[in-house]
Each structure stands twice: as C-alpha cells, then as structure tokens.
C-alpha cells in the first residue's frame, strides 16, 4: 500500500480516490503537532496499517524537528504500547526515564 506523506497527514487512497487510511498531524504551533485522528477501513484492520501510520507519522514529525501531543486515543495507546517512540511525545510517558 502506497502512503502520501503531506505536511500534516499521510494517508493512502483506492483506485476509487477515496480515503482508505490515514493519520492526521495538523501543527499546534511551530514546534508542536497535534496527532487527533488515526483511521484505518474497516475492510483492512487487523493488517498493522495503523501502527505503521503511526511510524510514518513518529518518523516525519521527528524530521522536521517538532514535537508530538496525541490527541487521539487509537495515538496514546499505541505511543503507550511503544515506548520506544516517545522520546518527542509530550504527554504520554509509560516510562519515566524516557
């Protein structure tokens, strides 16, 4: 499955156009973005396609040098399940040396 990476979301589509999945980042100031939507269809859950959204995500917010609050709850939980990638998330911490 091919993602597009935008400036604030990377989502992939179908041959119809049509939003298949997707992970919303829109900027809550110039150092911070705000993760408040993960969507995966229906027809394609239980693939990893979020957890991969949300590496994609992790991985471009880290580049471009900027901070993370998860917003939505599929984000904190999945940021709690994966301690690793907290490093840039301001407010889910599970381990407190990181």
Not at 53 to 75: Q, T, W
Request: hydrophobic residues 45%; contains cysteine; aromatic residues 8%.
């Amino acid at each position: 499955m091919d993602m597009i990476h935008e400036v604030d979301k990377i989502y992939a589509i179908d041959s119809n156009g049509t939003i298949i999945a997707i992970v919303d980042f829109p900027a809550r100031d110039a150092q911070r973005v705000d993760i408040t939507h993960v969507f995966v269809d229906e027809s394609l859950r239980g693939q990893g396609i979020a957890g991969k959204l949300m590496e994609l995500a992790y991985s471009d917010i880290k580049n471009a040098g900027k901070r993370i609050v998860a917003k939505c709850p599929f984000a904190i939980a999945w940021f709690k399940k994966n301690p690793t990638y907290q490093d840039i998330v301001i407010n889910v911490k599970t381990n407190p040396s990181v």
